[in-house]
């Protein structure tokens, strides 16, 4: 998956709900979304991002030498979303592809908030979140990653050298609080009622 480059300036924006939610985390104040960012952007740059977890555990995955990008960082399995898919779809495609999790593997497989990322470009990106709670501990990998590691999502920061945005999905998906405290970002309550 090509995705947002690591170690760049982002913006984050976590939708809850609907457009109308979506609080931003702003590390490049010259990068501006509007609210309904995500209508916006073309398929090409939506992906899905799944957190597989095993008792309590999650799953980082090292990017392999062989892909372009990321390579020799640690992050959650990912994938573009195809043409015809949903993220659920493609959560479950990529599972498979990346660790070999057959459906009858999965206890469950939740979906997490939308984030809308921002690349080193500034182009935007959709990130359809998951969680996968798996039955087996040991994966399968392919080509995309080389390694990977259970630990607790307490201990996914200790993990230096991973993806800049793995925090931020860490947090869509509730398995760590705010990547960093910025004044224009807050989780919001529910979606806002039309009078």
């Not at 916006?40 to 392999?64: C, E, K, N, T, Y």
């Not at 469950?108 to 500034?122: F, K, S, T």
């Not at 999905?169 to 807050?186: D, E, M, R």
């Amino acid at each position: 998956m090509v995705a947002p480059r690591a170690g760049r300036p982002m913006r984050i924006g976590v939708r809850f709900g609907n457009a109308r939610n979506m609080s931003t985390i702003d590390e490049s104040p010259s990068i501006s979304y509007p609210p309904n960012a995500t209508a916006d952007i073309p398929q090409s740059h939506v992906v899905v991002a799944v957190v597989v977890q095993w008792r309590g555990r999650i799953a980082l995955f090292r990017r392999s030498r062989n892909i372009g990008h990321d390579s020799g960082l640690w992050h959650c399995i990912t994938g573009f979303v195809e043409v015809g898919a949903t993220p659920e779809q493609q959560a479950r495609e990529e599972l498979f592809e990346e660790t070999g999790l057959q459906p009858e593997d999965l206890l469950d497989l939740r979906q997490g908030a939308d984030l809308v990322v921002a690349d080193d470009l500034g182009i935007p990106w959709l990130v359809h979140t998951f969680t996968a709670e798996t039955s087996r501990r040991r994966l399968r990998m392919n080509w995309e990653n080389d390694s990977y590691r259970w630990t607790t999502s307490a201990r996914a920061r200790r993990f230096a050298n991973r993806v800049s945005w793995l925090d931020h999905v860490l947090y869509a998906t509730g398995y760590c609080s705010a990547p960093f405290q910025h004044p224009h970002f807050s989780r919001p309550g529910p979606p806002a009622t039309a009078d």
